[in-house]
């Protein structure tokens, strides 16, 4: 059998990793000095808009650019993780970064380092800020990868617009044990005179994002003070001082979308959009292992009578959110198919979803170092009362499912690394 060459980009990026022991390193110095050797491209973008927060900043940023795109603008966009391929983090005026495009910024950015210590989302953020300052467009959407404050993407001096997404609990062995800590963190993307868009927040967190937007003089634009949200009779209601919004359901399935929604229309109504950038926000967004309903490829015809869905939520907060979402899907028996990060509170991630499911069944997620074994996460869902049994992959699991039960609804889930390994071979 011939094997596949890599794409040059793959080869350039797989020399970035050796560039720093650790995977997470939470400095700027690094940042600050490779953008410097790049002539600071970050000071060349288009007007920025830099969104953080626990849950929901993808869903958000991607809402926008629905709706950006929707009124005829262009976006660039960077987002994290990816899914099947390292191109989904870049979208250069609306479109992934071609091969040669990537494999170009990747190698200057690699050049222009000079073989110093770098962290491998360091080198590739300032890749992507390279690229969007060479390309014309109306607005840059940065998202956060990992907390705010000491980000990688946390060097754009003013921008347009900031906004925080609900923050939860995650990622602690970085930004702290407590809500407070976590939304510190968040909210050093706050800039002195920036508005920023605040989705709903816990009272613990909403007081450390007040205190810094009052000691920077940023003006808030806060969920439940300046904008309100709502579905009311399968329609989105989105309302602020401007007036009263009637909108479709955003395309993206899942109660919690309905306050990233609300986020997205804070920001384009800031941004002086009207309606059509709205209703586009809310029908032309697309984000894939986000309750995703999987209709084609091998899985789909492994279980041809089941109900397929993917998810890439792995926190105690979107395990909440698909519990909800699950509890208002018409009655099918619903089978989990998990796997898990060691660094997750795995607990707090299956505990909404056991009274929702029959079953889960546990693998651990190919190729990641930190993977939890199939049995660890069988383990954590029989503490939690969901009876669980492993498999060795996902087809596997879901095969072994619909033997029992063939018009099952089964769902993928626990991990945005296991979400990707199912669409890259489910094509």
């Not at 250069?92 to 000079?114: F, H, R, T, W």
């Not at 329609?235 to 899942?254: A, K, M, N, V």
Request: with cysteine; net charge negative; proline share 6%.
């Amino acid at each position: 059998m011939q094997t596949q060459t890599p794409a040059a980009s793959d080869v350039i990026l797989d020399r970035m990793m050796a560039l720093h022991p650790k995977i997470i390193d939470l400095t700027l110095d690094r940042v600050w000095r490779l953008l410097a050797a790049l002539d600071n491209p970050q000071d060349r973008l288009p007007p920025v808009i830099h969104i953080a927060g626990t849950n929901g900043k993808g869903s958000t940023q991607a809402m926008i650019r629905a709706g950006l795109e929707g009124a005829g603008l262009t976006a660039h966009a960077y987002t994290s993780p990816h899914l099947a391929r390292f191109h989904e983090r870049i979208r250069v005026a609306g479109k992934l970064i071609s091969e040669p495009e990537l494999s170009a910024v990747l190698d200057e950015c690699y050049a222009a380092n000079g073989g110093e210590s770098i962290t491998y989302f360091e080198i590739t953020t300032c890749a992507a800020l390279l690229a969007f300052a060479r390309t014309p467009a109306d607005y840059t959407l940065l998202e956060v990868g990992l907390g705010g404050r000491l980000d990688a993407t946390n060097v754009i001096e003013t921008p347009a617009l900031t906004i925080l997404t609900p923050v939860s609990i995650d990622h602690e062995q970085f930004l702290g044990d407590t809500l407070g800590k976590i939304a510190f963190e968040k909210a050093g993307i706050l800039k002195r005179g920036v508005p920023c868009v605040v989705g709903p927040q816990p009272d613990e967190a909403l007081e450390v994002i007040e205190a810094q937007a009052a000691r920077l003089g940023a003006p808030l634009i806060a969920y439940g003070q300046h904008w309100h949200v709502y579905e009311e009779r399968g329609r989105l209601i989105y309302q602020d001082e401007r007036g009263l919004l009637d909108l479709p359901l955003p395309s993206l399935p899942g109660a919690h979308q309905i306050q990233n929604a609300g986020a997205a229309l804070a920001a384009l109504r800031h941004l002086g959009q009207g309606e059509t950038a709205c209703e586009s926000a809310m029908t032309r967004v697309e984000w894939p292992a986000r309750m995703q309903r999987l209709k084609t490829g091998p899985l789909c015809e492994a279980t041809p009578q089941a109900e397929l869905w993917l998810d890439g939520g792995h926190n105690a907060a979107a395990g909440a959110a698909l519990g909800a979402h699950l509890a208002g899907l018409a009655p099918r028996p619903t089978h989990l198919v998990c796997g898990m990060l060691n660094t997750k509170d795995v607990t707090g991630y299956l505990r909404p979803l056991a009274a929702q499911a029959q079953s889960l069944t546990a693998v651990s997620i190919p190729g990641e170092a930190n993977t939890l074994s199939a049995e660890e996460t069988a383990s954590a869902a029989r503490a939690v009362g969901l009876p669980a049994e492993t498999a060795d992959s996902v087809l596997a699991a879901v095969q072994h499912i619909v033997q029992s039960d063939p018009h099952a609804r089964i769902l993928i889930c626990g991990s945005l690394y296991l979400a990707g390994g199912v669409l890259r071979e489910n094509g």
